[in-house]
């Protein structure tokens, strides 16, 4: 259902909202807004016990998890707005499009869902949606020296029955 003008400036001014309430900044290469709003205590090896991020997506074209993948177990949460749309793509070869959103009875969103390590991952609001908020638990923390960006060509050809996917979510 196509949402009027008024609709879309109300999404737009509630999503901005969120942004500003959270302090939420441009997370460069992987995209969204995010802020880090919690870091465990230090371990021996410099990584963090755990980390904990909010992050928000709109409905704009360009305003999407770029494929990426990490070397531990991430947890992601719904927290508020529209249901948000996974790509996992895993190690052996396998694929799935896991929805993460409110609608766990009706539709079978998960409210929260742990993409494997090694995994590549990307995501965008639903189709029909407008923005999402969402979270992602990391334990040991997150460091960007295990940031694995995506080359989006070298993926389509490993998994090409989600070529297309897989181009809509490279940077």
Do not use: K
């Not at 991020?53 to 305003?63: E, F, N, P, Q, S």
């Not at 947890?75 to 052996?92: N, Q, S, V």
């Not at 396998?94 to 079978?108: F, K, N, S």
């Amino acid at each position: 259902m196509r949402q009027d003008g008024r609709e879309q400036a109300r999404d737009a001014r509630e999503a901005e909202a969120l942004a500003a309430h959270f302090g939420l900044e441009p997370l460069p290469r992987e995209g969204g807004r995010f802020r880090r709003l919690w870091a465990g205590p230090q371990r021996s090896d410099g990584r963090p016990e755990g980390s904990a991020i909010v992050m928000l997506l709109t409905a704009a074209r360009d305003d999407y998890c770029a494929l990426h993948r990490l070397p531990d177990d991430e947890i992601w949460h719904h927290y508020l707005g529209d249901p948000l749309e996974l790509l996992l793509l895993a190690p052996d070869g396998t694929a799935r499009t896991p929805v993460l959103g409110p609608d766990v009875l009706g539709a079978g969103h998960h409210v929260q869902l742990t993409v494997a390590a090694g995994t590549w991952m990307g995501a965008r609001v639903a189709t029909g949606g407008a923005w999402s908020l969402f979270g992602c638990t990391m334990a040991p923390g997150y460091t960007d020296a295990g940031y694995e960006h995506g080359d989006a060509e070298a993926l389509a050809l490993r998994y090409p029955a989600h070529a297309g996917a897989i181009r809509r979510l490279g940077r």
